[in-house]
């Protein structure tokens, strides 16, 4: 029940979901005052298929991450993670804070064998109508030459199970092509990638050709690759809301509106199971925490219903089709 | 004469820069045999104003950083910095890789005194029309706190003197706005920046918000800044060719021409000298190399000839102003 508006999206995002995928029920965790009435009109088949479970406590995001993971007891986010490490439920979407979700997620349902850093995945659009993975995305701020093998590693992983590609082209988010370029951590990633001929490593790619479909696979550590996704999702608003009406534009407004529509369909980004997403980050909602044991989606703390709603969905086909088990079983090999 | 397509590109950019701006004069360093056919049919007047340099070397690209410094004698690049040295010519310009103009720079030219490290700044294009300054853009990869407070002052002096701001607003770009979050040095630079009331910080920003003018000095390590630089001239890029003539587009192609032209003219970004540039990487060329005694301005590599001419003109402009006196006068202050 965290993420920056609270209820009042995530209980309607929760309805739209339910109402979208039937096989789906849901466990909702806060303040049962808050959500109750924001049910009472449902039907009784909708309301079946939920259940409250009454907390108040949320993460404190305020506090060091480390303060905050020592007084989680009782917050909505653990109880959430808990109960998917019960079996109550088969996974966990949360719009709170990142660094407490990937704590949280870590000590109660641990990384898969080998791995020593989750990370946090999404798919981008590409400009040929394709869709890349991109990882991490904000959940390791610093990343060791091991750390960036290891997302690749399951980054590719991700794309042949999501993308049905054989032998995706994995490429190293860098400021330049050249050998020499960048932190030595990525040199080294660099090496290791090319010393194992079951990955299918390209080289450096830089900012410059993200959206331009040249790898099926981009890697980089949680800080460049959250200031990345972030400026492009803020161009790509920026141009959607220019063409929304920008104060300029009242003379083209209707030349506008349908291009800006075209902008937005032809930027559409097919969903990793068969949906439809947008680039526009209002409606492209949802990043995964890969590496852990169980489905973990975080949205976007501003998400809105249908981004929210996306997320949940998202989780609920990740857990359908094992995903956990199939990025285990791809590193085993 | 370096950079990735060479003379074809940098001598008709030299001459429309001399045509643009009678008062300039040039200095051409490179091999003689290339550049002299290529001045032939030039009027005596022009040729009056150009003087070329005969050398054949240029600094190595493919060696490690310190290798192509030591073995940097009697390179076209370091030939023309001499000349900046020896107050033989006011400003360079050189396409040829960032490293190795930056060291080159710092031994022969000198930091200004109290500067670390001199730092990659650019303009960037904000959405109502205005502009902000970003920097470093790839200088320096690894970054200390202070460094970065280094660059917090240096980019407001050159708000202050190239967009005629009075106290601009500077922000750190970050994965979050929370005080907690990203890496050491920026919460610490946060904390310098605070404590200096002649500075007008106002906190983090993050990648989303770039182009939206929340800042007009917007401070980040070179990695940082070049991927986001970087991403965000990939995404306008995308949507201009997208407008240009996607191969879905035909049947609306007259229009998206228009959309196309309109949104080059509405991302125009005024250079800081009264001139225009675009958001077009392509038109849109040349950081400053900030904190040197001399001026110093980096073409992308790959810049066609209308940008390598912005950013020959753009030097001049720059030695003109006496910018290098100016940002040692405000560090003074």
Redesign the interface.
Known sequence: MGGDIGPRVTIPASIKALEQDPMLSVLLFGDSQQILPLLENLSSALQERIKVCHCTKVVD?????SYALRHSKGTSMRLAIEAVQKGEAQACVSAGNTGALMGLAKILLQPLKGIERPALVSLIPT?NGDRSVMLDL?AN??CSAQNLYQFALMGAIFAESCLGLVYPRIAL?N?GI?E?K??KSIREAATLLKQNPALNYIGFI???????GKADVIVND???G??????????????I???KG?S??NK?NH??K??GR??VK?FLLKGSFQRLRQIN?DQYNGATLIGLTAVVVKSHGSANIDGFAYAILDAAQQARYNLPEKILAGLEK
Do not use: M, R, Y
Not at 206 to 212: F, I, R
């Open positions: 995001n305020s506090q060091d991450l400009i904000g701020i610093d988010l400021i050249e020499i960048g932190h830089e900012g410059d050709l993200l959206l331009n949680g800080f460049a959250n200031i990345a996704l972030k400026t492009l999702e803020g161009a790509a608003k920026n141009v809301s220019l063409f920008h300029t534009l083209t030349i506008c349908f291009i075209w902008f032809t980050p």
